[in-house]
């Protein structure tokens, strides 16, 4: 398309306000974690130059634990969420009766407030009169009450449970929409020459969905990394840091002891895995030339 | 000659398979809402008694009733929530409108690398940007205000609204804005006249998408930024009662569905468009 230099001025101001308003809402405070991360700022103090004090000084037992313990959480969350949201885009792909209402069913955990939706796996977590200790007591599986947010090896599968939860709508959609953008006539071309279905599946379906397998894994991926709300709401980190996570962590130093300086240099480090994941994500896509370069 | 329809042909014990998989699937993502649901519907008796008794025998609305006093506040947090989300998607669709038709008709330089800048900001949500945030905030004095909830999440929507709207206007045929353009209108009178009122199903989509989106993710930052209970919207009103010793948890889920159901009812009407609006882009056609 000719481009005129008017035009490139009119997409310009089009462009401009959402621009500004992203470069002040995001690109600055990105600058100025990293500032405050060589800094001893917090509540009080006045703000003194510390150079890599900050960085010198999360690097402890603890903190490498917390790191190691968010991607332990994350990489869990994510295959479950792939697992389970293909094999729920797999069944609602099927030409069965009643199929688009039961794809309306899978919306909710996605589409309502996620908070509530965290509060309803806090009462089915309950130890003394939950759901899921009701039922394992009823079906005599355990003799009493478990309290499941309240040791950290149930309370970190719990979090990881209701994770799963918010993120499978999402990839169920994402990994129907690719089951549906497969030509059929590929399908037909195999039946033909009498290919049943489960091979029809193995050498068409489940390769064609690899891209979208990859992207949905990296996009899931940073959100998963991201996660704040079900932990700080089921847990707030506990018990005994069990759940703590570089976000939870990063939390609490900044806005729960106001230490900005720290709690920035972790901040800043949560941005550096990040910037990896998407690069990574940007490279396979490039890679697989999925949808995305449109 | 095979015949399409052929193909998806199931035996039954393939439709028992498929049933019985969808079964499971729906089990799990319904769960928490069914049980939430039932728990509201039960006297706190039957939520106390042991053992544990799924069915709400003697069930009742009665804590959709009470649930308006125990929950101090509720029909301020839901105001809240609306006006946030209202306010909110405003805002987004002003800034967005413009520059997502900039990018679905111009491909100027940098264009490409802008749009994927954009998306990056997809990377940052959550507590990464809070402190500087927090301070700013705290510095213009407006913590503890409607400005300080409306402003970051407005941010955080804008990219998947951008990349919503853009597939949606790269599929009005272009002919439609050139001959405007040389029948003589000027580039904003053909966005305004000819591109608007076509684009205005995905605006829809997207108006609706943000809402939902504003209203489902008011969390973090409503969470930091505000602790006057006057403000919070729903999901920190809740949360700050769901934290207490003594919660009364059949009101607590009956406060619950009352808040979701805006999200339900939209579910309801608008899942076609809902479905199709959000999964393009995300794949080829």
Redesign the interface.
């Known amino acids: 398309?000719g481009?005129h230099r008017?035009?490139?001025i009119?997409?310009?101001?089009?462009?401009l306000?959402?621009?500004l308003?992203?470069l002040v809402?995001?690109a600055?405070?990105?600058v100025?974690?990293v500032i405050?991360s060589f800094t001893d700022a917090s509540l009080k103090k006045l703000t003194n130059w510390v150079g890599f004090d900050n960085y010198r000084k999360i690097f402890n037992a603890t903190f490498a634990s917390v790191i190691v313990r968010t991607f332990i959480w994350t990489f869990f969350s994510v295959s479950i969420k792939m697992i389970?949201g293909t094999?729920?885009a797999?069944?609602?792909n099927?030409?069965?009766p009643g199929r688009s209402l039961?794809?309306?069913?899978?919306?909710?955990?996605w589409?309502?407030?996620?908070?509530?939706?965290i509060?309803?796996?806090?009462?089915?977590y309950?130890g003394?009169?939950g759901?899921i200790?009701?039922?394992l007591?009823?079906l005599g599986l355990v003799s009493g009450p478990v309290a499941f947010l309240a040791y950290g090896s149930t309370a970190f599968w719990a979090t990881i449970i209701t994770d799963v939860?918010i993120g499978?709508?999402l990839v169920t959609?994402?990994m129907?929409?690719?089951m549906q953008?497969i030509p059929?006539d590929l399908?037909?071309a195999a039946?033909?020459d009498g290919a049943g279905?489960a091979y029809r599946f193995r050498r068409i379906t489940l390769p064609l969905l690899v891209p979208?397998l990859i992207t949905m894994s990296m996009l899931s991926l940073?959100?998963t990394f991201?996660?704040?709300?079900i932990i700080?709401?089921l847990t707030r980190g506990g018990p005994d840091g069990e759940t703590t996570t570089m976000?939870?962590d990063?939390?609490r130093t900044?806005?729960g002891s106001y230490k900005?300086g720290e709690?920035?240099a972790r901040?800043v480090l949560?941005?550096i895995f990040?910037?990896l994941?998407?690069l990574a994500y940007?490279r396979t896509t490039s890679r697989f030339a999925?949808?995305d370069n449109? | 000659m095979?015949h399409?329809a052929?193909?998806?042909r199931?035996k039954w014990y393939?439709?028992i398979g498929?049933?019985a998989?969808?079964l499971l699937?729906?089990t799990?993502?319904?769960?928490?809402?069914v049980?939430?649901f039932l728990?509201s519907l039960k006297p706190l008796s039957l939520?106390?008694s042991?053992?544990?008794?799924?069915w709400p025998e003697n069930g009742s609305f009665e804590a959709y009733r009470t649930m308006w006093i125990s929950v101090p506040g509720f029909g301020r947090y839901i105001f809240n929530?609306f006006f946030i989300s209202t306010i909110v998607t405003a805002v987004v669709l002003?800034?967005?409108v413009?520059?997502a038709?900039?990018?679905a008709?111009?491909?100027?330089?940098g264009?490409g690398v802008?749009l994927?800048a954009?998306l990056?900001?997809?990377?940052?949500?959550?507590?990464?940007?809070?402190?500087?945030?927090?301070?700013?905030m705290r510095t213009m004095g407006v913590l503890n205000t409607y400005f300080a909830m409306i402003?970051?999440g407005?941010?955080f929507l804008?990219p998947s609204a951008?990349w919503l709207l853009r597939?949606y206007m790269?599929r009005i045929p272009k002919e439609l804005d050139e001959a405007a353009f040389v029948d003589g209108a000027s580039?904003?009178y053909t966005?305004r006249r000819v591109i608007l009122p076509i684009a205005m199903p995905g605006i829809t989509v997207v108006a609706i998408t943000t809402f939902?989106g504003a209203?489902?993710?008011?969390?973090?930052y409503a969470?930091?930024f505000n602790s006057k209970s006057e403000y919070m919207p729903?999901?920190?009103g809740?949360?700050a009662y769901?934290g207490r010793q003594e919660v009364v948890?059949n009101e607590?889920?009956a406060a619950?569905f009352v808040?979701?159901a805006p999200?339900?009812v939209?579910?309801?009407f608008l899942?076609r468009y809902?479905?199709s609006g959000?999964?393009?882009?995300?794949?080829?056609?």
């Not at chain 2, 008709?105 to 330089?109: A, G, H, L, N």
């Not at chain 2, 959000?278 to 056609?285: D, S, W």
């Open positions: 398309m481009v008017s035009t490139v009119f997409a310009w101001i089009l462009l306000p959402a621009l308003y992203v809402i995001v600055y405070p990105l100025d974690t405050l389970i094999f729920g797999t069944m609602l099927s030409a069965v039961f794809r309306v069913l899978t919306m909710p955990p589409i309502v407030p996620m908070a509530i939706g509060f309803m796996w806090g009462w089915m309950n003394q009169f759901m200790s009701g039922v007591q009823n939860w499978v709508p959609l994402y129907l929409a690719a953008a059929q399908y037909e039946w033909t279905r979208s940073i959100a991201n996660s704040f709300d700080w709401i976000i939870i990063t939390y900044a806005i900005y709690g920035a901040a949560i941005c990040l910037s994941f998407c940007f999925t949808g449109r | 095979s399409p052929m193909i998806n199931y393939e439709l498929i049933y998989g969808i699937f729906l799990f993502v319904l769960a928490p809402f049980e939430g728990v939520l106390f042991s053992p544990y008794r799924f929530s002003v800034l967005v413009p520059a038709y900039a990018f008709r111009f491909d100027f330089r264009s802008l994927g954009f990056a900001v997809n990377m940052f949500s959550g507590a990464v940007l809070l402190i500087p945030l927090f301070r700013l402003v970051p407005v941010a804008i951008i597939t790269m580039h904003f966005l939902i209203y489902a993710q008011q969390f973090i969470l930091t729903l999901p920190v809740l949360f769901f948890w607590l889920m619950s808040g979701i999200a339900l939209v579910i309801f899942q809902l479905v959000l999964t393009a882009g995300a794949v080829k056609q």
